[in-house]
């Protein structure tokens, strides 16, 4: 029984990239399209070279039965792609794992839910496709409903929940899920602060409960409180196992040391939109992943649509290290009617830039989450690079020391002094208070 | 428990047929998901179930009946094409909601593992249903027209399993392929035309010259069409030899179906 829950010897991933051809308008679709047989005799269709990018290379890690594994690493590392190798949804170029037990995946939470079911009927269908049994279901059925807080809501469509109660039926379902080997995708994204809580409990109380998990996620916090072992990985390779502290160490100094202020990203041309590119401008221009906290910090975005995308919008996470939400921005910020202002954007490619001022942020590591979404749906997800925030004010020298917290913004005091014969003075702000009779004289001041 | 081994796998496998068994429970639940999500948010809901194969009934009869004025061997026309058009329907139907299963459940495909056999088959039950309530209006019929049903009718289940069989064998065959060309999304159309006056639904086969008839035999939903007529009315039954060729054609496309199905299937998440 000592054997390891899970073993993948040289595991490798291989897709084939290359652009799809483009048709920019309809005519000329027609006109391909009616040529291709002739195109096809003369052997002239399916002759582009072939370009073959590995999406995981090599991976060989053990793990034991009953650990509890992060898969730490930026997007674009492999993470997602070693979780579907060992839950089958996709199989290996080469190399090969070996899995003992029943395994439990949830690369997302609420997979098959349909709009047009009830809540209840959706339990049993979300339930059947994680894998769980309609005795499984019928016995917890009570304890889902009652974690999800959908209460009398039970009965209604799900197309008719708000997004808040359909991630939170969602992950109830998954959450009731009990293999031996439980393998989870980022969801914790979902949901509100509470909730999220209520989940990582979840999820603590599974992790206890002797099963062996892996956990993909952007969390550190989550990761280092959740987890007993990590796993790095870099482009598709191993970069560290083992503790995860150590591993948690690792990813965030491997993140700031780059000096890659620029990440790109492959294009992915079956997705309707992809972000190929985030830097780190400073303000004089220079691509950087160090900041001063007086320096005005720009994220630049390099986006392709390859259709038209109706409600298009851009929004920007800005996350400490540890996974800490600092901020959302959207690019609707200052026109909240969604509908009026989203424009549809017709395919090519766009450049954004957000701004973020000058003192906002407290010295720390922090890095960008940008979500391109259209209408109801994200497109594509991505992460900037770690960047590094200095204290250069001399706030940290004030006798308190460092200054806590995350946000160093310099905000307005205001001082009043009154004496007791009801006169009344304004005190310089962050001033010394002056002496007594400076003070009386001020209010003689003020009387006359 | 067996260890589960994970690796590259290019050549034909197995069925798979064993685990498609363990899994049965999903397959209920995704049968029972089309089932009640078809007619959702339609006005007159199952309602269509009968309406689809009696407003092509009243066409056929007009056209082929009336007009045409085709032999219907003593059935009344319209009963003799609708007794057709159910099994036909099922069959037909199946076989397009079934090629395009896989692309419409490309969520599943990418984020949870299952043996996706499942899929073209569970829409392909879910027709069933639609089945069983036109049937309704099927005996309705006969009761009109004063036909009443003889003890032969107890096979007609033979009959009907022989169609569910041969719409999953070709639902099969075009989901699998309906995933890396979506030029099947084009051909279905036309499949389903063309099939349509391959068989006897709106003429009876006894039409078919003699010297044809073993290979329009090959066509399994003669048999079935013809064995619906003989069940219900008592008309001349399929041949031994046309039920044989029907049966092998069903069995030979449901087996390579199938193995082509699970040699292509590890590149469903990865194509879609």
Redesign the interface.
């Given at each position: 029984m000592d054997e390891n829950a899970i073993v993948t010897e040289g595991l490798s991933k291989r897709?084939q990239i290359g652009k799809p051809e483009k048709y920019r308008t309809l005519r000329d679709a027609l006109a391909r399209a009616a040529s291709a047989p002739l195109r096809a005799l003369r052997g002239e269709l399916e002759r582009k070279p072939k370009e073959w990018f590995w999406a995981l290379e090599d991976v060989s890690v053990e793990i034991a039965r009953g650990d509890v594994v992060g898969v730490l690493g930026r997007n674009g590392a492999g993470k997602t792609t070693l979780l579907?190798?060992?839950?089958?949804?996709?199989?290996?170029?080469?190399?090969?794992?070996?899995?003992?037990?029943?395994?439990g995946?949830l690369?997302?939470v609420g997979?098959?839910f349909?709009p047009?079911?009830t809540g209840r009927?959706n339990i049993?269908?979300n339930g059947?496709?994680?894998?769980m049994?309609?005795a499984d279901i019928l016995r917890k059925f009570d304890e889902i409903v009652e974690f999800a807080e959908v209460g009398k809501f039970i009965d209604t469509t799900v197309k008719r929940y708000s997004s808040g109660m359909h991630a939170r039926l969602a992950f109830a379902v998954a959450a009731h899920l009990e293999p031996e080997i439980l393998i989870v995708d980022e969801v914790l994204s979902v949901g509100d602060a509470a909730f999220q809580k209520k989940c990582l409990g979840k999820m603590d109380a599974v992790a206890k409960g002797g099963r062996t998990v892996l956990f993909v996620s952007h969390n550190m916090s989550a990761a280092a409180q959740l987890c007993n072992r990590g796993i790095l990985l870099d482009s598709g390779r191993l970069v560290r196992t083992g503790v995860i502290d150590d591993v948690v160490r690792e990813y965030v100094e491997s993140g700031t040391r780059e000096q890659e202020a620029t990440l790109t990203f492959p294009a992915r041309p079956t997705k309707s939109g992809s972000i190929r590119r985030i830097g780190l401008v400073n303000p004089s221009g220079k691509r950087t992943t160090e900041f001063f906290n007086d320096e005005r910090i720009c994220v630049e975005v390099e986006y392709e649509l390859t259709e038209a995308l109706p409600d298009h919008h851009v929004y920007v996470w800005l996350e400490r290290a540890d996974g800490l939400m600092v901020l959302r921005s959207a690019d609707d910020d200052y026109a909240p009617r969604l509908e009026q202002t989203r424009a549809v954007r017709q395919p090519g490619t766009y450049t954004r830039r957000v701004f973020f001022p000058p003192s906002l942020l407290n010295e720390g590591v922090y890095q960008f989450r940008i979500d391109l979404g259209k209408r109801w749906a994200d497109v594509d997800r991505q992460r900037s690079a770690f960047f590094r925030v200095e204290d250069c004010t001399d706030y940290r020298d004030s006798s308190i020391g460092k200054r806590k917290g995350v946000v160093l913004f310099p905000l307005e005091w205001k001082e009043e002094f009154f004496s007791a014969e009801g006169g009344r003075v304004e005190l310089p702000v962050g001033a010394p208070l002056p002496a007594l009779t400076a003070l009386e004289e001020g209010l003689e001041g003020e009387g006359e | 428990?067996k260890?589960?081994?994970?690796?590259?796998?290019g050549s034909w496998r197995s069925l798979g047929l064993r685990e498609a068994w363990e899994y049965r429970?999903?397959l209920?639940?995704?049968t029972?998901?089309d089932v009640?999500?078809k007619y959702?948010?339609t006005h007159l809901g199952v309602a269509w179930a009968v309406l689809q194969p009696m407003l092509t009934m009243i066409v056929f009869s007009v056209v082929f009946g009336r007009v045409a004025k085709l032999p219907s061997h003593g059935v009344p026309y319209p009963l003799f094409t609708y007794a057709a058009l159910l099994p036909w329907q099922l069959f037909a139907n199946a076989l397009v909601q079934s090629s395009n299963s896989l692309v419409t459940n490309q969520?599943?495909?990418?984020?949870?593992?299952?043996p996706r056999m499942l899929i073209p088959s569970a829409t392909v039950l879910a027709g069933v249903i639609d089945f069983a309530v036109a049937c309704v209006v099927l005996f309705g019929m006969m009761l009109f027209y004063g036909v009443t049903p003889t003890v032969r009718v107890a096979v007609l289940p033979g009959f009907v399993l022989l169609a569910v069989c041969a719409a999953l064998a070709v639902g099969i065959w075009l989901s699998a392929l309906n995933v890396r060309y979506r030029d099947v999304r084009y051909t279905v159309p036309f499949l389903t035309q063309f099939w349509l006056f391959a068989s006897p639904i709106a003429y009876s086969s006894s039409v078919v010259p003699e010297r044809y008839r073993l290979l329009y035999s090959l066509n399994p939903m003669a048999s079935v069409v013809d064995g619906f007529r003989w069940a219900l009315f008592g008309v001349e039954p399929p041949s031994a030899e046309a039920l044989i060729a029907g049966s092998l054609t069903v069995g030979v496309l449901l087996v390579s179906g199938l193995a082509f199905f699970r040699r292509v299937e590890?590149?469903f998440?990865?194509v879609v």
């Open positions: 897709y579907k190798l060992l839950s089958r949804i996709t199989v290996p170029t080469r190399g090969q794992a070996i899995i003992r037990g029943r395994v995946s690369l997302e997979t098959g349909h047009e079911l009927d049993f269908l059947a496709i994680i894998g049994r309609r | 428990m260890p589960i081994v994970i690796r590259a796998e429970e999903l209920f639940f995704l029972w998901r009640k999500v959702k948010q969520a599943l495909l990418t984020k949870v593992y299952f590890t590149t998440a990865d």
